[in-house]
């Protein structure tokens, strides 16, 4: 199947029906990590979340949804979520914003990475280092930023209020959380991370995780073996 037929059918299944947003995932790398593309819909301005690689793919996205990105967010540093951050920035001549300082350590290392993982990885600097409270724009969308190590030390995620829309990278999964094995990682730190910052987001939110299908918190507070109120509660 080519790749706009792919990610045509992504975007027809994936996309989030609560105007003012929108959005897509598209399935990029050897680990199929979810780069997100959500876009104002009064003013079709868009941003890449979490461009790891397969631009083609990325791009014929991006011209199938008819929106103009200004701007790529990060939630975290490694390689598949950030390998090829750098390069479809200068094509696009955006900023990058995203994540959190503390992730320094893995961009620095997204080359040495990228060999390791068969994943072109380019080392930069985001234009934009994002702390708890900041927001990003994109046209007339606000969201809100939460830092949430755990996973990494510098993750963040993306949170729109009036869409009840949340990007949580690999904070959460449909059924699982993120590895915390890593260097930085924390498994404590991460579920505290859930605990405190998104589930007061609210029940209703659905969130597009790293990896996998997207969710809402209300399913994953009921049904997570890891973050289930049940199981917090044991």
């Keep these: ?121 380019v080392v930069f600097e985001p234009d934009r280092w994002l702390v708890e409270g900041d927001t990003v724009t994109v046209g007339k969308l606000t969201l809100d930023v939460y830092e949430t190590p755990g996973h990494t030390e510098g993750h963040v995620i993306f949170h729109h209020a009036p869409s009840k829309f949340a990007q949580v990278g690999d904070v959460l999964f449909q059924g699982s959380v993120g590895r915390s094995d890593l260097p930085g990682g924390n498994h404590q730190t991460l579920i505290k991370s859930i605990v405190d910052k998104l589930w007061p987001l609210g029940d209703d939110t659905t969130f597009i995780p790293g990896h996998g299908q997207p969710s809402t918190f209300a399913h994953e507070r009921r049904n997570n073996m890891f973050v289930s109120d049940r199981a917090l509660a044991e």
């Design 1 to 121: 199947m080519g790749a706009c037929a792919t990610i045509s059918k992504a975007m027809t299944d994936t996309a989030i029906q609560q105007p003012p947003l929108r959005a897509a995932i598209i399935p990029v790398t050897p680990i199929e990590q979810n780069c997100t593309l959500i876009w104002c819909t009064e003013t079709k301005k868009a941003a890449v979340i979490d461009p790891g690689g397969d631009l083609p793919k990325i791009k014929a996205a991006i011209a199938q949804a008819g929106v103009t990105v200004e701007k790529i967010l990060l939630t975290h540093g490694h390689i598949d979520h950030a390998g090829e951050a750098k390069p479809l920035a200068e094509e696009l001549g955006v900023p990058i914003e995203g994540p959190h300082e503390a992730d320094r350590f893995w961009l620095a290392r997204l080359s040495d990475d990228g060999k390791a993982y068969g994943i072109h990885g």
